[in-house]
């Protein structure tokens, strides 16, 4: 089997989600002990659950897992971002160490974490916590030209699947996404722009701390990029002219939640512009996604808007990694034990 016949069968083996048991689950948080929609959409994350599941009474999820993919980008070399590419290769290794903000909150939300590094540009220390799966030292410049040849995007696809699927088979049942790679917000506002139709206006914003000159350059340099690709072009197609590394092993680990049917957390906006991708790759794979929060990130809102979910918190974050898809984990633990623990109306007794 090639690499692109192993991608076609993760695509293959994204089945939809039982709407039986959203709707059994729909019916049992109206017959729970409580007033009707008194949850509010922690009952709607419940039947989303249920959904994925194929049961009524989804279980509780109780492990969850994240995993950072990280890489870097050509386009830094426009200017991009007034931080030294360096900070990825740096960032990583903090992260796979256990000291970065996201390791932090995992920590608070007890969860494993894999640190995937799939094209950063300065190849980072081996170390416990760290998986190498290179595929190049980050993309081209997507300003100038394609970012990643097909070749490329396909074996990112594969790494990003190897790795949440290992993960899941050591027993992870809630896979949460997380980025690291300085420049991303720029490619991510491309493939939000090229998804949705989206003007590069409304999908990019200032990332790390750009400067209105940086931003108005950021810009641009999106809608050229969008404006050169061909009609009709091809999801992966699309990946591999204005995307990331790290966008594809991020699409690898949301085909492969999705496949086992196992609920799929996105973080900011470079996961919700993979899952862009992902969607249109295998539309089914929307129904085992949760949006763990609305990114500052202006195309995280359309991104959003377009794969028709609603973030969980909105906390005015911008930091990427996963830390807002972890924040959001006891949320849909919560929604799962809420509706498994809670005795129903037909239970009281009353008096």
Not at 26 to 45: F, H, I, T, Y
Not at 198 to 220: F, H, N
Not at 247 to 260: E, K, Q, S, T
Not at 278 to 307: D, F, Q
Request: net charge negative; hydrophobic share 50%; charged share 15%.
């Amino acid at each position: 089997m090639t690499a692109a016949d192993r991608v076609r069968a993760l695509v293959d083996a994204v089945g939809e989600v039982d709407e039986g048991a959203r709707a059994g689950a729909v019916a049992r948080w109206d017959a729970l002990a409580k007033p009707p929609g008194s949850l509010g959409r922690v009952e709607a994350v419940g039947a989303r659950l249920a959904a994925m599941a194929g049961e009524e009474v989804p279980p509780v999820p109780a492990s969850p897992g994240l995993i950072v993919c990280a890489a870097d980008h050509g386009v830094h070399a426009q200017g991009v971002t007034p931080w030294p590419q360096a900070i990825t290769t740096a960032m990583v290794e903090v992260i796979a160490d256990g000291k970065a903000s996201c390791s932090a909150l995992a920590r608070t939300v007890g969860a494993s974490v894999v640190t995937l590094d799939v094209g950063c540009a300065v190849e980072p220390r081996p170390r416990e916590g760290l998986t190498s799966a290179r595929v190049a030292a980050g993309t081209a410049d997507l300003s100038v030209g394609p970012a990643m040849t097909a070749d490329e995007v396909v074996l990112a696809v594969l790494a990003g699947a190897t790795a949440a699927g290992q993960m899941l088979n050591d027993g992870v049942d809630l896979l949460v996404l997380g980025d690291m790679g300085l420049s991303n917000t720029t490619a991510s506002a491309a493939l939000i722009a090229a998804f949705t139709g989206a003007s590069a206006e409304e999908v990019t914003g200032a990332g790390a701390g750009a400067d209105a000159d940086t931003l108005a350059l950021k810009q641009s340099i999106v809608r050229g990029a969008v404006g050169w690709l061909p009609s009709g072009a091809a999801p992966l197609e699309v990946l591999a002219a204005v995307g990331g590394l790290e966008h594809a092993a991020l699409v690898g680990a949301i085909l492969v939640g999705a496949g086992r049917r196992v609920p799929v957390l996105l973080d900011g906006v470079i996961t919700d512009a993979a899952a862009l991708c992902a969607a249109a790759l295998a539309p089914a794979c929307v129904g085992y996604m949760i949006a763990g929060h609305l990114s500052t990130e202006p195309g995280a809102e359309v991104a959003l808007r377009h794969l028709e979910l609603d973030a969980l918190l909105d906390l005015d974050l911008r930091l990427g990694e996963g830390t807002g898809a972890l924040l959001a984990v006891p949320i849909v633990q919560a929604a799962a034990r809420a509706l498994a623990e809670t005795a129903l109306i037909s239970e009281l007794t009353p008096g």
